[in-house]
Nanobody, 124 residues
Framework: VQLQASGGGLVQAGGSLRLACAASGRTASIYFMAWFRQAPGKEREFVAA????????YHADSVKGRFTLSKNNAENTVYLQMNSLKPEDTAVYYC??????????????????WGQGTQVTVSS
């Protein structure tokens, strides 16, 4: 599975961005896709995940009500709509995929496939 992330950029606080993650290769093996982020000097943290074969979505408390995950299975793409952005959302955002059916995971170690990361910078 190969993942290609896009859509990052610079935005003012309160603004919006939409990230996209396009999957290719053995996409039929995917069970969950997720977004993580990593700010300078901090560990990588879970942002949101979606059941690739169903509808359940999972969001970190820090982004609930502001970020929304959606998917287009026909295009093998997952989207992260980010609204009401805050300076603390500044980070490199990574998309990831999991081919285990065990269930959603909030731990980056459980995702074997990763995109290249896209920078999101929110100015105050």
């Amino acid at each position: 599975v190969q993942l290609q992330a896009s859509g990052g950029g610079l935005v003012q606080a309160g603004g919006s961005l939409r990230l996209a993650c396009a999957a290719s290769g053995r996409t039929a093996s995917i069970y969950f896709m997720a977004w993580f982020r990593q700010a300078p000097g901090k560990e990588r943290e879970f942002v949101a995940a979606i059941d690739w074969r169903g509808s359940p979505r999972y969001h970190a408390d820090s982004v609930k009500g502001r970020f929304t995950l959606s998917k287009n299975n026909a295009e093998n793409t997952v989207y992260l709509q980010m609204n009401s952005l805050k300076p603390e959302d500044t980070a490199v955002y990574y998309c990831a995929a999991k081919d285990s059916r065990v269930g959603v995971s909030y731990t980056s170690d459980d995702y074997p496939y990763w995109g290249q990361g896209t920078q999101v910078t929110v100015s105050s």
